[in-house]
């Protein structure tokens, strides 16, 4: 293959769907108590989720190093003639630029790096978009500007069930979280342009799946055809219910990846996230 694909734990990618498409999946760091993990190595989801609610500190998450991509660089360059980064939006990570040092004085091959502008799956969608170029025999270019162009038209709207991992997290205003959280008010928001913006403010879990699968079946109808993903954290039958309101919606036709949060994401989230990532 000509060009190589690598990308980040957190996109939530299935290992299947990795393995197909040939994507070099680097694992973040989870760092709980006294003890660092490899995101979806040395810790599964579900064990990540039964243990949150008993730790006594808040697990932290760290960037994919330099060092790590440089290792991954070294490991897959005699094999290709290019390479191409795909990371989490730079502004929730210093992934990003993690990935460009790791880029200086390289030159057993060319790589790019493409701040992806978004997460999770809808990420992990701009990923499976360029390796399929890769697959065809595009150039390093060439998937890049695969990449480029599935960024600009992926989606993502989850709703979280609790603001208390955000908040201790430093990555929403306490404040509107604690009126959020008195309300009982269940927020979805939308993942574009490199930042989370709020599109609505739910009473009930069962409206805010509504109100998503109502996006996914607006843009379906606006563009002809969807890739979807459902995701969740610890909430596969709220997830189950989000996929079928969407299919009561719309027809189907691609492979639906559902798919469960990764330990790095779900410590800043908290447990009962839902959400669909689409391209």
């Known amino acids: 293959m000509p060009v190589a694909i690598v990308t980040g734990s957190q996109t939530c990618i299935p290992k299947e769907v990795a393995d197909r498409y040939d994507i070099v999946v680097l694992p973040y760091g989870l760092n709980i108590d006294d003890r660092t993990y490899r995101d979806g190595i040395d810790i ?83 990923a499976i978009e360029a390796a399929k170029a890769a697959k065809d025999g595009g150039s390093l270019d060439q998937c890049y500007k695969v990449a480029e162009e599935a960024a600009e038209r992926v989606e993502l709207f989850a709703y979280i069930c609790t603001f208390e991992y955000l908040k201790r997290s430093g990555h929403v205003n306490a404040v509107k979280a ?37 996006q996914v079946e607006r843009f379906y109808r606006e563009k002809g055809s969807v890739k979807l993903s459902v995701f969740h954290a610890a909430a596969a039958d709220e997830a189950d219910d989000l996929l079928d309101k969407i299919r009561e919606r719309i027809d189907l036709d691609n492979e639906v990846l559902f798919t469960e949060f990764t330990p790095v994401m779900g410590c800043h989230t908290g447990p009962g996230v839902v959400g669909a990532a689409f391209l």
Do not use: C, W
Not at 182 to 200: M, N, Y
């Open 44 to 126: 599964s989801p579900e064990e990540f989720y039964r243990l949150l609610p008993n730790m006594d500190n808040l697990a932290h998450t760290s960037a994919v190093t330099p060092g790590v991509f440089m290792d991954a660089y070294n490991r897959i360059s005699s094999q290709v003639d290019g390479i191409l980064v795909i990371t989490i939006a730079s502004g929730m990570s210093t992934t990003y630029n993690n990935a460009l040092i790791a880029t200086d004085g390289f030159e057993n091959a060319p790589v790019k790096v493409l701040d992806s502008r978004t997460a999770a799956m809808a990420q992990g969608f701009v």
């Open 178 to 214: 604690l009126a959020a959280n008195a309300l009982s008010i269940k927020p979805v928001f939308r993942f574009k342009e490199g930042d989370a913006v709020l599109a609505v403010k739910k009473r009930s879990t069962v409206k805010a799946r509504e109100f998503i699968a109502e």
